[in-house]
């Protein structure tokens, strides 16, 4: 007889990355797979929703997303769902495109220090597999590499992962693998209306200035649509109400980082910035911003030890023209991810964020007015003062004038169009969850939170 409370259940952390590749496929979708065999046939009882946790979007030879998920579950039979796990990943994995999965196993009720703290570095830094697998050795987790097992490193961080301040949830749904490939019919007076009235608690569905619907994905994957938002409930109910008409496989909601900047929570000016390293960093402007073809600026910052950084702020990101107005002396905080320039091979500090924290006032110096004729006077040459050519007053010195800055103080996101899934949206800040949210005590997931139709 099954028995949740028996003895014989053990909590087992099952993570997995990169089963997708750029052509197709989905590491959510087989995690969607993975869950109702587990739940369904397996008897495993989740004792938390599936994770989908983004890493580090700064790394280069990621797959699209760079998102990694992690089941928690308790069962008394652990070593089928690993077998079970092992045939799936290698089977349903797009291996011939160039995916290169990785599945991690950690049995135990506890998640160790170590793999918390690899874990937040997974967020912003780069990490190897030899490091990966080093911690795993020591950890006793067990890891399986597919291809180059790129995976694992992501598998093993989603597990390391416990999202416990601040975090979103995402409901997708699945399309009919017949499906696949068509064009997604979706109604946008119901995308709009979820929009508006599920606001702030849902995020990311519309983008109101591109009038573009952002709930469903382009490609030939297997995602018909997602809803992002605050709590299971929420999202639950706003995808129920935008279904459509195309019969669907299923849905389930995933427990995310989507949304919550992660991956700048790490100070680097106090740190030896590493290329596709992720952060913020607190400077001050030090050489005014250049526009270039394109309208991509440059600008130059340094930071309280008077490192000094070049900046870039791309066009796409649509912060361009407000940190074209910026001037030495500026106080700002940026969100910022580390590439290599071009020219030189120094780091180039690429903007994800602009604060403004505090603007200098911008002093020019002018030739003096006249009094009687209200026109500009004229130099009569170096350190021989000022005249006016109409009535002949003169005057010793130019007059110092303070232009007005056309800039206020606060925190800028770029355009809707070049978020990232971990770009945390303007209204949720001040919205942090910021509560743990603890696993351990073992919450009743929502009655809806996976559905086959
Ligand atoms: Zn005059």
């Given amino acids: 007889m099954f028995d949740p409370a028996s003895k014989d259940m053990k909590v087992v952390h099952i993570g997995f ?18 869950t109702c ?5 397996m008897d495993s009882i989740f004792i938390d929703y599936p994770l989908l946790v983004r890493l580090n979007p700064n790394i280069p030879w990621k797959t699209r997303g760079n998102g990694a998920v992690c089941l928690r579950v308790k069962s008394d039979q652990p070593e089928q769902i690993i077998e079970y796990l092992l045939d799936t990943v290698r089977r349903e994995s797009d291996l011939s495109n160039g995916a290169n999965p990785g599945v991690a196993i950690f049995a135990g009720e506890d998640i160790p220090l170590a793999l918390r703290q690899f874990s937040s570095r997974a967020m912003y830094d780069v990490i190897d597999i030899k490091e990966t697998e080093n911690l795993a050795s020591q950890l006793s987790i067990q890891t399986f590499k597919f291809g180059e097992g790129l995976g694992i490193i992501g598998a093993v961080a989603s597990i390391g992962s416990l999202l416990e301040c601040d975090h979103t949830y995402e409901a997708i749904a699945y399309r009919k693998e017949q499906f696949c490939g068509s064009p997604r019919e979706i109604d946008r007076s ?22 573009r619907v952002l709930v469903t994905p382009h490609g030939p994957d297997p995602v018909f649509c997602g809803i992002r938002g605050e709590d299971p409930f929420t999202v639950i109910r706003a995808l129920e109400y935008i279904l459509p008409i195309e019969r669907l496989e299923g849905y389930m909601v995933f427990r995310t980082n989507q949304g919550t900047n992660m991956h700048l929570q790490n100070d680097l000016s106090i740190k030896k910035l590493r290329t596709h390293n992720s952060g913020y960093i607190r400077c001050f402007v030090t050489k005014r911003p250049t526009i270039i073809r394109g309208g991509h600026v440059f600008f130059e910052v340094s930071n309280f030890n008077n490192n000094k950084y070049q900046v870039a702020v791309y066009e796409p990101t649509g912060l361009g023209k407000l940190a074209s107005k910026l001037i030495e002396g500026d106080h700002i905080d940026i969100g910022i991810s580390v590439s290599k320039g071009n020219s030189n091979g120094s780091n180039v500090l690429n903007v994800e964020y602009l604060t ?10 002018i030739n003096p007015l006249c009094n009687k004729c209200r026109k500009r006077m004229k130099s009569e040459g170096k350190n021989k003062g000022f005249q006016c050519k109409i009535c002949g007053d003169k005057s010793d010195s130019k007059v110092v004038v303070t232009n007005s800055r056309d800039l206020q103080s606060g925190t800028y996101l770029p355009s809707l169009k070049a978020h990232r899934h971990l770009t945390k949206p303007l209204h949720r800040f001040g919205m942090e969850k910021t509560y743990p949210y603890l696993p351990k005590i073992f919450k009743p997931l929502n009655s809806e939170w996976l559905k086959s139709f």
């Fill in 190 to 211: 119901k995308v709009l209306k979820i929009n508006t009235d599920t606001h702030p608690f849902t995020f990311n569905s519309y983008d109101s200035i591109h009038d």
């Fill in 356 to 365: 403004i924290l505090n603007i200098v006032d911008e002093v020019t110096n």
């Fill in 37 to 41: 065999k587990l739940k369904n046939e």
């Fill in 17 to 34: 990355d990169d089963t997708d590749s750029q052509r197709g496929r989905c590491t959510t979708n087989l995690a969607y797979k993975i």
